[in-house]
């Protein structure tokens, strides 16, 4: 039995703590707000985030940082991408030198292009920090399930001890050490994710979707080779994987979003809709940075920018995709 503190009681932190209690650990789960900390000890239930999972009673919940991270052999992070950095600051003064740090969040930082792993480091020195990310809905993991996911760290002891604290009969953990590689799969596949949303929105079928999710994976993969990362994770469970489910199940709120852009929401009428943190409009921005910065070719990134942020019509962006330069699909493949 390890000690589990768990940072952010949104759907996923929720999903992960009655996992890992589950699995027979003493977990700890922090919320910021009093009240959310009150109802949740009063109805054992996240009713607002994840409705009918009911949470175990050897769950503690609080709302004091300290209490939560102290003597506790793992932490987990699950705070959205673009509150990262400012809660990792608040935490630093309590952590634990050598302390596993795992974050669960997809994003990245947009005034620096850095990995959410990467910030941990900065943020809280001492930190060994790790990823847990693959095809993952909270709403199916609370409810058990079958769900694979990947641990990546910088050593394999580590992954191995993350794997063997999350891993249960539904819930299956692989290890890799490519942070990089998984950290980039898990945001820029929210980006794409957006325009098979869209595409949806506009009426458009099967045909439409695949053709997303596969020159989507290819753009995923451009970018991420470029930066560092290796192609077999781009081709695995947190590449291709989590395209393939964010893209197209009814619980994923970039998806969501999308839709609602392809029915000619504006990106602020869409993200109020959906009520929920849309991470693929967080990192939607620092995806064309880092295309232009590392001279990568990602068209469907740079319709879904255009829509967002410069009123285009999603339907407009759509065809401007169709009707691009003519390619070789691999110019590597010889005649």
Excluded at 288 to 315: C, D, G, W
Aim: net charge neutral; hydrophobic share 45%.
């Amino acid at each position: 039995m390890a000690k589990v503190g768990v940072i952010g009681a949104g759907s996923w932190g929720t999903a992960l703590s009655k996992l890992l209690s589950t699995n027979g650990h003493e977990v700890t789960l922090w919320s910021f707000k009093e009240e959310e900390v009150r109802l949740l000890r009063r109805k054992r239930e996240n009713s607002s985030k994840l409705p009918g999972v009911r949470l175990p009673e050897n769950i503690e919940f609080t709302a004091d940082l300290e209490a939560c991270i102290k003597g506790k052999e793992l932490m987990v992070l699950a705070v959205p991408s673009s509150v990262m950095r400012s809660t990792a600051r608040k935490t630093a003064p309590y952590a634990e030198p050598g302390q596993i740090w795992v974050n669960v969040s997809k994003g990245i930082e947009e005034s620096t292009l850095m990995i959410l792993t990467d910030i941990i480091e900065q943020e809280i020195p001492g930190a060994n920090a790790a990823v847990l990310s693959g095809p993952s809905h909270a709403e199916e993991v609370g409810r058990g399930i079958p769900t694979p996911v990947v641990a990546g760290a910088k050593d394999r002891k580590t992954a191995e001890f993350i794997q063997n604290i999350f891993m249960n009969q539904v819930f299956r953990v692989y290890t890799s050490p490519d942070m990089l590689g998984i950290e980039l799969g898990g945001a820029l596949k929210n980006v794409i994710a957006l325009a098979a949303g869209a595409a949806d929105g506009l009426g458009c079928g099967d045909n439409t979707k695949a053709a997303l999710i596969t020159r989507g994976i290819a753009e995923m993969s451009r970018l991420g080779v470029a930066m560092g990362g290796h192609i077999e994770t781009f081709n695995g469970l947190t590449g291709i994987g989590d395209l393939i489910v964010t893209c197209a199940s009814v619980h994923s709120r970039n998806r969501r979003a999308g839709f609602l852009l392809g029915q000619g929401k504006t990106m602020q009428e869409a993200m109020d809709e959906v009520k929920m943190v849309v991470e693929g409009v967080y990192s939607a921005r620092a995806a064309m940075t880092l295309a232009e910065k590392y001279e990568v070719s990602m068209p469907i990134v740079e319709e879904v920018n255009a829509v967002l942020f410069q009123n285009k019509p999603a339907r407009d962006a759509l065809a401007d995709l169709m009707i691009r330069n003519k390619k070789i699909e691999n110019p590597e493949l010889p005649w």
